[in-house]
T-cell receptor, first 116, second 116 residues
Framework: DGGITQSPKYLFRKEGQNVTLSCEQNLNHDAMYWYRQDPGQGLRLIYYSQIVNDFQKGDIAEGYSVSREKKESFPLTVTSAQKNPTAFYLC???????????????FGEGSRLTVL | ELKVEQNPLFLSMQEGKNYTIYCNYSTTSDRLYWYRQDPGKSLESLFVLLSNGAVKQEGRLMASLDTKARLSTLHITAAVHDLSATYFCAVDMPTAKKSSGDKLTFGTGTRLAVRP
């Protein structure tokens, strides 16, 4: 079955540590996204990538880094520079941009990061 | 900057009743999406609205889009407990203002609780 796999589902981190969240998709989608969700809030865009080896900052990129070395994979690193990293992180993908596609996002199950 | 507002933020409904959730956005766009999120879970796509006047229905939910008014509605008919969840609308950045690719801006969500 095609889908988006995020891991780990739960992650605990000590202050000052970097952590990397994995996101893999087998939908053959070109575009991939990382969103952050805080309790009772909407989703805020961290980074997105439309094509391999290219990515753009979203609205809250500070303290985060990404890479897109393969079409299927878009890992997110939460660095020690992120002041308040405790949140629910959602990875999503969509078909290539452009008006011919619907732009609909498909989401993974999410990774919940807690900083101790 | 594209802003997306939903109201109400919280809705407590009695089973069997009808109600409407509203999604207003600040910049011209003709692509709007509705998602459902259960507590602690990821987002599930409900509707994709791609043109002015678009109307989609699935079971007890019906979504519509009025691009001139910059408004989408999600109408709930004869609510049942299973509809209890948080509902998000998301709007696509207008093409003319995109630096690259599709990028959705989410509303803050409407938390729906259906009680017996």
């Amino acid at each position: 079955d095609g889908g988006i796999t995020q891991s780990p589902k739960y992650l605990f981190r000590k202050e000052g540590q970097n952590v990397t969240l994995s996101c893999e998709q087998n939908l053959n989608h070109d575009a991939m996204y990382w969103y952050r969700q805080d309790p009772g809030q909407g989703l805020r865009l961290i980074y997105y990538s439309q094509i391999v080896n290219d990515f753009q900052k979203g609205d809250i990129a500070e303290g985060y880094s990404v890479s897109r070395e393969k079409k299927e994979s878009f890992p997110l690193t939460v660095t020690s520079a992120q002041k308040n990293p405790t949140a629910f992180y959602l990875c999503a993908s969509s078909r290539s941009s452009g008006r011919v596609n619907t732009g609909e996002l498909f989401f993974g199950e999410g990774s919940r990061l807690t900083v101790l | 900057e594209l802003k997306v507002e939903q109201n109400p933020l919280f809705l407590s409904m009695q089973e069997g009743k009808n109600y409407t959730i509203y999604c207003n956005y600040s910049t011209t766009s003709d692509r709007l999406y509705w998602y459902r999120q259960d507590p602690g879970k990821s987002l599930e796509s409900l509707f994709v609205l791609l043109s002015n006047g678009a109307v989609k229905q699935e079971g007890r939910l019906m979504a519509s889009l009025d691009t001139k008014a910059r408004l989408s509605t999600l109408h709930i008919t004869a609510a049942v407990h299973d509809l209890s969840a948080t509902y998000f609308c998301a709007v696509d950045m207008p093409t003319a203002k995109k630096s690259s690719g599709d990028k959705l801006t989410f509303g803050t969500g409407t938390r729906l609780a259906v009680r017996p």
